[in-house]
């Protein structure tokens, strides 16, 4: 394969599927197929860093053994093949991955019916899904794993399945550097994300939910206020294949995307992005038979390609703040001699006060600085002037005296500003 | 006593010089004959037009009817009633991106972002990357449209190129290909189009060319037009009121605003202005942008870093009166001391809609920039 595009889309088969070992780049503006390549699927569950790699799974050309845990760059060039690494392969297990706490952790074993309660983690410090020294662990609750991921702040996730029939509950818990498990109500298995410290997450009714990790507990919130998409066949479908709607993150962390299958044949994806900030839908687009051959790698996971974008996770708030001027003259002196001022008189527009505040009685700041602008003296307002009292005089009386001397004015109200003069009255020391 | 109330901003080395500032001020002066007194007006303010995902507008562009902008990772169809479309992904780096048209020719948008190249269809709405074809000089930086071609510049590098004819989607040396340029031996900082000529600022000087309409490839320098000035902070450079402007610099120092008088720079930075450009460590991310509005023509300069008494204000040159003013954002619920501004929010402009949208060098909004916006309506980010 070429290097992807950024924001490309790597759809693999997993284990699960008839067509296992087939993969897919689309474009994710279009969803045309970009390349294709056989022996690289993945497992339903795996959580791989966007941006980062990808993890595949080899398999025999002549059945359906799996012969090595692959990780390819962001360019699809293989860079580490695993053949064996003892008890808790990995090789067959869903994998997630954590670029800020750099390590991968996996379940192990796997089965589709059979499901673990252990787990294993990467050797951290390096990104390196090739070393795998730490020892196994177990579920503190003993409850059967199916995905699992670390957060950005080093908690690990992992999500239990329920009786995979209608819309199945799935319990999140946490394991390390948790007190005590939180339990979200969720339907759709294999489908959440992880952009930054969030988890997201659809419910029964494909309702998107964020969950912001919290020091002891997640904190959930409704994202979208309808449901993504409309759902054409009951989740239970999903649940029954193994295929479940899925979420996943955007090269850009300011998206995601959803996946589903709206036929329930797993010969159709409906691949459909939304902005994180506003939950509205951006880019829709469905695609058949992506590899080309008649079949469609129609399962999990989808891997975003392409290097991560910088500095986009920022959302912001809209406020509205006043527009602040100043204005500060050069320095009145005459010949340093003492000057004593008795008045300062503005000459600007009046009366253009707001009917209702803010601005109803606009204000205008002036203070002064007798050493060049290093100090100054306290502010003094005066009124601009309500709405149509035209004539109003901004002035300032008893001003003490100076050698050289820098006034400034200011103003915050909203409304029309000009200024066209400025007179002092000035006596000269004698 | 009269007062100097109507004047610029003015920071000598030391306050006893001058300390003149006019922040968030227009200085209007009046007509030669008219005996009319000059004024300060108030700054025209920001209300949200639209708000893009990601995070910064990194380039805006309006023609005939049609809007589009670079915000974050992706590219943008925005209408008039401020809604958007997605178009495209584009890549991302830390520098603003370009986005020009060769409009009925072709029907093309040419967009550089991250290094990269993309062709925008305006019938079709195909998005496609055109790094990879053979000319291109990738990474570019900046994209520009002249005479009927595309082009860009190769980052770091004394190469540009041009595409087709009216075709972007085509980069070979059939039509257009590679130039270097080659009065001068210093890299191509930026480069601009001014009256179909295309300006090239280095790092000491700058070199200019214009179409011959050779048929190999259709520009070449003017020949005299080699000028012992470069530029100091790529992103500084803009075409304003018909003539080129930027922060210049050469071997003999920098830290000058100049303007171009014919293919020559005049310095239009007044020694206090120069003086602050000079106390910022570098020009590196510094950016320009420019409007036309009531008359006056505005050069916009934001230089991170670049800390005076009242926090950190863009850089404002009034070309029609020859004066320096400072633009700022000031917000009463952060501002330490009640007097620090940040800089002005704007990052790239355009006028599109009948009205001026101003691209956030913070968030994805895109604002309207109004007299009768009398306050910010704005989409503050926090660190």
């Known amino acids: 394969m070429s290097a992807p595009i950024p924001g490309s889309i790597l759809v693999t088969s997993d284990a699960g599927d008839a067509v296992q070992g087939d993969s897919a780049l689309l474009n994710p503006t279009t969803g045309t197929v970009l390349s294709t390549q056989s022996f690289i699927y993945a497992r339903s569950a795996d959580r791989v860093p966007s941006g980062v790699n990808a993890i595949g799974r080899q398999q025999s050309s002549s059945d359906a053994t799996i012969v090595a845990l692959d990780v390819y760059d962001t360019s699809l060039t293989l860079v580490a093949s695993i053949t064996s690494l003892g008890s808790g392969n990995p090789q067959t297990s869903p994998i997630g991955g954590n670029t800020s706490d750099s390590f991968y952790i996996a379940i192990t074993p796997f089965g589709f019916t059979t499901h673990s309660t252990v787990y294993r983690v990467s050797s951290a410090g390096v990104l390196d899904p090739t070393s795998w020294s730490i020892p196994t662990s177990s579920t503190p609750n003993s409850n059967a794993l199916i995905g699992i991921a670390p957060s950005a702040d080093n908690r690990w996730l992992y999500y239990t399945v329920q009786p995979p029939t209608g819309d199945a509950l799935l319990s999140f818990d946490l394991i390390n550097n948790v007190p005590g498990p939180t339990v979200l109500t969720l339907a759709p298995t294999e489908a959440f994300i992880q952009p930054g410290n969030l988890l997201m997450l659809p419910n029964g009714n494909l309702l998107v939910f964020?969950?912001?990790?919290?020091?002891?507990?997640?904190?959930?919130?409704?994202?979208?206020?309808?449901?993504?998409?409309?759902?054409?066949?009951?989740?239970?479908?999903?649940?029954?294949?193994?295929?479940?709607?899925?979420?996943?993150?955007?090269?850009?962390?300011?998206?995601?995307?959803?996946?589903?299958?709206?036929?329930?044949?797993?010969?159709?994806?409906?691949?459909?992005?939304?902005?994180?900030?506003?939950?509205?839908?951006?880019?829709?687009?469905?695609?058949?038979?992506?590899?080309?051959?008649?079949?469609?790698?129609?399962?999990?996971?989808?891997?975003?390609?392409?290097?991560?974008?910088?500095?986009?996770?920022?959302?912001?708030?809209?406020?509205?703040?006043?527009?602040?001027?100043?204005?500060?003259?050069?320095?009145?002196?005459?010949?340093?001699?003492?000057?004593?001022?008795?008045?300062?008189?503005?000459?600007?527009?009046?009366?253009?006060?707001?009917?209702?505040?803010?601005?109803?009685?606009?204000?205008?700041?002036?203070?002064?600085?007798?050493?060049?602008?290093?100090?100054?003296?306290?502010?003094?307002?005066?009124?601009?002037?309500?709405?149509?009292?035209?004539?109003?005089?901004?002035?300032?009386?008893?001003?003490?005296?100076?050698?050289?001397?820098?006034?400034?004015?200011?103003?915050?109200?909203?409304?029309?500003?000009?200024?066209?003069?400025?007179?002092?009255?000035?006596?000269?020391?004698? | 006593m009269k007062i100097p109330i109507v004047g610029g901003s003015y920071q000598g080395l030391a306050r006893i010089v001058d300390s003149e500032r006019s922040i968030n001020l227009i200085v209007e002066r009046p007509a030669p004959d008219s005996g009319a007194l000059g004024a300060l007006l108030g700054v025209p303010g920001y209300s949200v037009f639209c708000w893009l995902p990601g995070a910064p507008v990194r380039a805006i562009f309006w023609q005939d009817g049609r809007g589009f902008a670079v915000c974050g990772g992706g590219f943008y169809e925005y209408f008039a009633n401020g809604s958007f479309t997605r178009r495209?992904?584009?890549?991302?780096?830390?520098?603003?991106?370009?986005?020009?048209?060769?409009?009925?020719?072709?029907?093309?948008?040419?967009?550089?972002?991250?290094?990269?190249?993309?062709?925008?269809?305006?019938?079709?709405?195909?998005?496609?990357?055109?790094?990879?074809?053979?000319?291109?000089?990738?990474?570019?930086?900046?994209?520009?449209?002249?005479?009927?071609?595309?082009?860009?510049?190769?980052?770091?590098?004394?190469?540009?190129?041009?595409?087709?004819?009216?075709?972007?989607?085509?980069?070979?040396?059939?039509?257009?290909?590679?130039?270097?340029?080659?009065?001068?031996?210093?890299?191509?900082?930026?480069?601009?189009?001014?009256?179909?000529e295309i300006w090239f600022p280095g790092s000491k000087t700058t070199e200019v060319w214009s179409d011959i309409g050779t048929a190999d490839f259709p520009y070449a320098p003017i020949p005299g037009t080699t000028i012992e000035r470069g530029i100091d902070g790529p992103f500084t450079l803009a075409s304003i009121d018909n003539t080129v402007m930027m922060v210049s610099k050469n071997q003999d120092g920098s830290r000058d605003v100049v303007r171009a008088n014919g293919y020559a720079f005049q310095v239009v930075s007044n020694p206090g202005i120069s003086n602050l450009l000079s106390a910022a460590p570098s020009m590196e991310g510094s950016i320009a942008w420019n409007y036309v509005q009531n008359g006056h023509a505005f050069y916009m300069l934001s230089v991170p870093d670049m800390e005076t008494d009242y926090g950190i204000t863009t850089l404002c040159y009034d070309v029609s009166n020859n004066t320096w003013t400072e633009r700022g954002l000031w917000n009463p619920n952060t501002a330490q001391n009640g007097i620090q501004f940040i800089p002005d929010l704007g990052r790239c402009h355009c006028y599109g809609f009948d009205q001026h949208l101003v691209g956030d060098r913070q968030s994805g909004a895109i604002y309207t920039m109004s007299f009768n916006q009398k306050a910010m309506d704005v989409v503050l980010v926090s660190a």
């Open chain 2, 88 to 196: 495209g992904n584009v890549a991302v780096d830390g520098n603003p991106a370009s986005i020009c048209s060769n409009g009925q020719a072709g029907f093309q948008i040419f967009v550089v972002s991250g290094g990269h190249g993309y062709i925008f269809d305006l019938n079709t709405l195909a998005f496609t990357d055109v790094t990879s074809q053979s000319e291109f000089p990738a990474p570019a930086l900046t994209g520009f449209f002249t005479d009927g071609y595309f082009g860009a510049f190769q980052q770091d590098s004394i190469t540009f190129s041009l595409s087709n004819l009216e075709n972007g989607l085509i980069w070979d040396i059939a039509q257009g290909g590679k130039a270097q340029v080659s009065q001068s031996s210093d890299n191509i900082g930026n480069c601009i189009v001014s009256h179909r």
């Open chain 1, 210 to 430: 964020v969950a912001t990790n919290s020091e002891t507990a997640f904190e959930v919130r409704q994202l979208t206020t309808t449901g993504v998409l409309v759902r054409t066949y009951p989740l239970a479908a999903d649940a029954a294949n193994g295929d479940a709607p899925e979420l996943f993150r955007d090269y850009d962390p300011e998206f995601f995307w959803m996946r589903t299958f709206p036929d329930g044949t797993l010969h159709t994806s409906l691949f459909t992005q939304y902005s994180l900030t506003t939950g509205l839908q951006i880019v829709q687009w469905t695609s058949q038979n992506l590899n080309g051959s008649g079949q469609v790698p129609a399962t999990c996971p989808n891997i975003v390609m392409g290097p991560e974008p910088p500095g986009t996770a920022k959302v912001g708030q809209r406020q509205t703040v006043p527009i602040k001027w100043v204005r500060r003259t050069s320095q009145m002196s005459d010949e340093l001699l003492w000057l004593f001022f008795s008045e300062f008189q503005l000459m600007f527009q009046p009366g253009v006060g707001q009917a209702n505040d803010p601005g109803a009685n606009p204000q205008i700041g002036l203070r002064w600085s007798n050493d060049g602008g290093n100090t100054w003296s306290n502010q003094r307002w005066v009124s601009a002037g309500l709405q149509g009292q035209y004539g109003t005089r901004a002035i300032w009386r008893m001003l003490g005296r100076a050698r050289n001397r820098v006034w400034e004015l200011t103003s915050t109200d909203p409304v029309v500003w000009a200024m066209v003069d400025a007179f002092a009255t000035v006596e000269k020391q004698a």
